[in-house]
């Protein structure tokens, strides 16, 4: 465009949009574009505040009409990529919640964030899906899959509960989407990340779950083996209603630490049981025998206090991941796991991380969506935190770790751990069996030829 006819049309989006439009100097444009991984920097040609479904429309015709291309961010958890000279809606301010509790469905603007989401659902006595993050975008989690760290073994993913969508198409069309209106549309959106438009308002089920036995114990690092071996037992005989997890930590010697963590090498269990707290201490008694804790938080506790099972950072910070699925975790896996990432290891791996998957995970919801490799056993990812532009000096140490455990791994990654490392043209294929990524390129192609809707893992339109 002219830079006098962008100037009149972006003087047109201004007074047609009720939030903030920005330009790269503007006051706030700085504060529109944050995100919370902080690795990326954002340089978006136009950077939006929408307010409502309208200002949402206008942006996105806005876009079309140029030929820019569109990056959507609540909070940017993950690595967003790809904002230089695009269109960047910013939907913070669009952060309501509907509860009904007589339907069980929680219905939620694009700017929701999960710790107020469970909140409002426990005034009714029922939960969502909630991921491991208290602040993590519950739209941007759920087009993703969504993988709950106390529900999903019990339940599903969280993508497997949405019921309705209100989404803002390439062309500026709000659609009303669900089973029986545009169901192929229905499917892609429900897993396929960002990639068809804007979500509006999502509707999902919630589940009737108040309580929980659960939380974490942490080990010094001269347990390590006898910890992972325990784990490993565990997950053998693990029942659906149990979700547990584990991460090698080395955590900063900082004051938000605690204590007993702060500068050395630990273990984290994670444990989350839905079943009664007498059955929970029999089935976390074995890890309890183990080893001395340095702390142990496992209890009977409210669904509202999931944020303190995983103690996900809350605070912005460059992060740098990479990931893995596995198809499953024996002993010679957990022996390379600790030789490339355990106390003996010269890593700056802040995190290595294993979640258990199966139960309801490892099967198809009752109505399909484009959430793939379920046959996989457990998730794997590894992280390091660092200034922002150290993604190719931690390279090699994070995708050797990946390596080590190559022998397991089935050759794809969830889509929502995935980062750093997949934001490349073919990156999102990792994310999904061929057939699905074949599908999801069709409806890509049908309501986005143009590709105007650019997430980090970017679905290329097709028509075959």
Not at 11 to 27: M, N, Y
Not at 408 to 436: H, K
């Amino acid at each position: 465009m002219a830079d006098t006819t962008k100037r009149t049309d972006l003087t047109d989006l201004a007074q047609a949009v009720a939030g903030p439009v920005t330009l790269p100097g503007d006051e706030g444009y700085a504060a529109e574009t944050a995100t919370w991984n902080l690795a990326a920097a954002q340089r978006p040609a136009v950077a939006i505040g929408v307010t409502s479904v309208a200002d949402v429309t206008a942006a996105v015709r806005f876009a079309a009409g140029g030929g820019l291309r569109i990056v959507v961010v609540a909070t940017g958890h993950g690595a967003a990529r790809g904002s230089d000279g695009a269109v960047m809606l910013n939907v913070r301010r669009m952060n309501d919640i509907q509860i009904d509790a007589a339907a069980r469905t929680a219905t939620i603007g694009p700017g929701v964030e999960a710790q107020p989401l469970v909140e409002a659902a426990a005034e009714a006595g029922l939960a969502p899906l909630a991921g491991s993050s208290p602040n993590v975008g519950v739209v941007g989690y759920t087009l993703g899959g969504g993988l709950s760290p106390t529900l999903g073994r019990a339940y599903g993913y969280s993508a497997d509960h949405v019921r309705a969508i209100e989404i803002v198409t390439a062309d500026g069309t709000l659609r009303q989407v669900d089973a029986e209106h545009e169901p192929e549309l229905f499917w892609a959106v429900r897993g396929g990340k960002g990639n068809f438009g804007v979500v509006t308002a999502l509707t999902v089920e919630l589940v009737p779950v108040t309580r929980l036995y659960g939380g974490g114990l942490y080990f010094a690092a001269e347990h390590t083996e006898r910890v992972v071996e325990a784990y490993r037992r565990l997950t053998a005989t693990a029942p659906d209603t149990l979700s547990v997890s584990f991460a090698f930590l080395r955590l900063p010697p900082l004051p938000f630490v605690p204590e007993p963590l702060r500068g050395r090498f630990t273990v984290h269990v994670r444990f989350a049981y839905l079943g009664s707290a007498a059955d929970g201490e029999r089935l976390v008694a074995d890890l309890r025998a183990t080893a001395p804790t340095l702390i142990d938080t496992v209890a009977e506790m409210p669904f509202t206090g999931i944020p303190e099972i995983h103690a996900d950072p809350i605070d912005p910070l460059p992060g740098y991941e990479a990931t893995t699925l596995l198809r499953e975790f024996p002993a010679e896996a957990a022996k390379a796991l600790i030789a490339v990432a355990g106390p003996d290891a010269d890593t700056p791996a802040l995190i290595a991380e294993v979640r258990q998957l199966g139960g309801a995970l490892s099967r198809e919801p009752l109505v399909a969506n484009a959430v793939s490799n379920r046959d996989a056993g457990f998730q794997f990812l590894t992280g390091a935190a660092a200034e922002p532009g150290a993604e190719e000096q931690l390279r090699g140490p994070l995708i050797g770790i990946l390596d080590a455990l190559a022998p397991w791994a089935t050759g794809r990654a969830m889509a929502n751990f995935m980062g750093t490392y997949d934001a490349t043209p073919d990156g999102a294929r990792r994310a999904y069996e061929p057939e699905t990524y074949t599908r999801l390129a069709r409806v890509k192609h049908n309501y986005d030829p143009d590709n105007l809707f650019r997430p980090s893992l970017n679905v290329i339109p097709s028509p075959l």
